[in-house]
């Protein structure tokens, strides 16, 4: 079981990134993905998540209208397409999935938003 993102990097203030999470080891499509992150000194955090199987996504305050969450189950895989970056977006960004009691995580991608 496996959950691997990419897509991190340094984007100037402004830019934008698009994060994936591939997962592997088990039935993708019936699991709830969501985006969490952890910037240094502080809690983890919820970005992005599906609320639902039909596709209903919610987002943090700080991030609606910038963030979009999205998935391709046939690839197994969920995007994080972040645009209008801002410095405070700069985190290690880790991918969830959570089917009942299973809760998975990923390692983290780093986000730097820096000019």
């Known amino acids: 079981v496996q959950l691997v993102e990419s897509g991190g990097g340094l984007a100037q203030p402004g830019g934008s990134l698009t994060l994936s999470c591939a997962g592997s080891?088990?039935?993708?499509?019936?699991?709830?993905m969501s985006w969490h992150r952890q910037a240094p000194g502080k809690e983890r955090e919820l970005v992005a998540r599906y609320t639902s199987a039909i596709g209903n996504t919610d987002y943090a305050d700080s991030v609606k209208g910038r963030f979009t969450i999205s998935r391709d189950n046939a690839k197994n895989t969920v995007y994080l397409q972040m645009n209008s970056l801002k410095p405070e977006d700069t985190a290690v960004y880790y991918c969830?999935?959570?089917?009942?009691?299973?809760?998975?995580w990923g390692q983290g991608t780093q986000v730097t938003v820096s000019s």
């Open positions: 969830n999935a959570v089917l009942g009691y299973k809760n998975r």
């Open positions: 080891g088990f039935t993708f499509s019936r699991y709830r």
